[in-house]
């Protein structure tokens, strides 16, 4: 916000330059009618009530002058003065914003919540100082996180962390029907572009994965008493072509040979490590357990015979 100016301070600057800021700044922010810059700039006692709005039409013209493109007021746009170019925007080219898109999708997935909400916010406030329409929307389409309200994954990264029960409203995917559940919060991950929850069901009594994007809302939050106890999916698969980046935090290699590694990972349920299993393709081969095993070549089965029709 800016600071209301005094009287005698305004005699030691140029006016016409600090109302030609403080213009910019407001065009910035949303295209503005006559009335409403007048208002601000009396507000802030850089211009009296008396005086003419030919001054405002004086400081408009300086900033075209100056390189900002800026349209007339008229009745299409609402007798808005609109800012449409201005030179001190950043320029960012379809290829750079190409080359963001790499990057980011190299990191993304092995990405915590947070980290993913602070690259969120950082192209938001890219997106504010570029005047191109198309690469800000591009900019703005970058991030995981472009369809959420960020106060809402914010807070439900909260609810992780003190494993509150949340009493919420969900669509399930198979029948599209709503339903109430009582979930204990435990964690909020990324996988495949999809905000996920992980937590305990109340209900059920077990471990559950849940798509963000199908909480239609939240009744209640209940202050959590610690994380739940419950038995995880062990699986042990081995793995050729190994890299030290293969491995996730939830996993521990317990044999190596020329071949690959063995390795044994403890998931939050069958849904997650179903998902890991299968992002690793042909080079992991599972060994137990067996019913584990069994349900993978069934998925298997049918992802082929829905491609194959």
């Known amino acids: 916000m800016f600071k209301i100016a005094e009287k005698e301070e305004l005699s030691q600057i140029s006016l016409t330059g600090v109302r030609s ?34 001054i405002l039409r004086i400081d408009l013209n300086t900033l075209r002058a100056m390189g900002c493109e800026i349209t007339h007021a008229t009745a299409k746009s609402g007798f808005k003065y609109i800012l449409k170019k201005h030179p001190f925007s950043l320029n960012i080219t379809s290829e750079e914003i190409l080359l963001l898109k790499k990057v980011y999708k190299k990191v993304k997935d092995k990405s915590n919540i947070l980290l993913l ?63 109430e559940k009582d979930i204990v919060a435990q964690k909020l991950v990324c996988q495949n572009d999809k905000i996920y929850l992980w937590g305990y069901d109340l209900f059920k009594k077990e471990a559950v994965t849940l798509n963000v994007k199908r909480i239609k809302s939240i009744l209640s939050r209940k202050p959590g008493s610690g994380s739940i106890e419950f038995n995880k999916t062990c699986v042990k698969f081995f793995l050729k072509n190994f890299g030290i980046t293969d491995i996730d935090e939830d996993e521990t290699i317990i044999e190596t ?15 997650v490590a179903m998902q890991r299993i299968l992002s690793l393709g042909a080079d992991c081969i599972v060994q137990e357990p067996l019913e584990f095993r069994a349900k993978i070549i069934q998925k298997l089965k049918d992802m082929r015979k829905i491609y194959n029709d």
């Open 21 to 54: 800021l403080l213009l910019l700044w407001l065009l910035i922010k949303s295209p503005r009618t006559l009335d409403e810059i007048r208002d601000e700039f009396i507000k802030l006692n850089i211009m009296e009530p008396s005086h003419s709005n030919d």
């Open 117 to 179: 909400i602070k690259y969120d916010e950082l192209f938001k406030k890219i997106a504010e100082h570029i005047t191109d329409e198309t690469i800000k929307e591009q900019l703005y389409g970058l991030s995981v996180l472009k369809n959420f309200e960020t106060e809402f994954i914010k807070k439900m990264v909260d609810d992780c962390r003190d494993n509150n029960t949340l009493k919420l409203i969900y669509c399930n995917p198979g029948t599209k029907e709503e339903a």
């Open 257 to 271: 040979s020329n071949d690959g590694v063995l390795v044994e990972g403890k998931y939050h349920n069958d849904f």
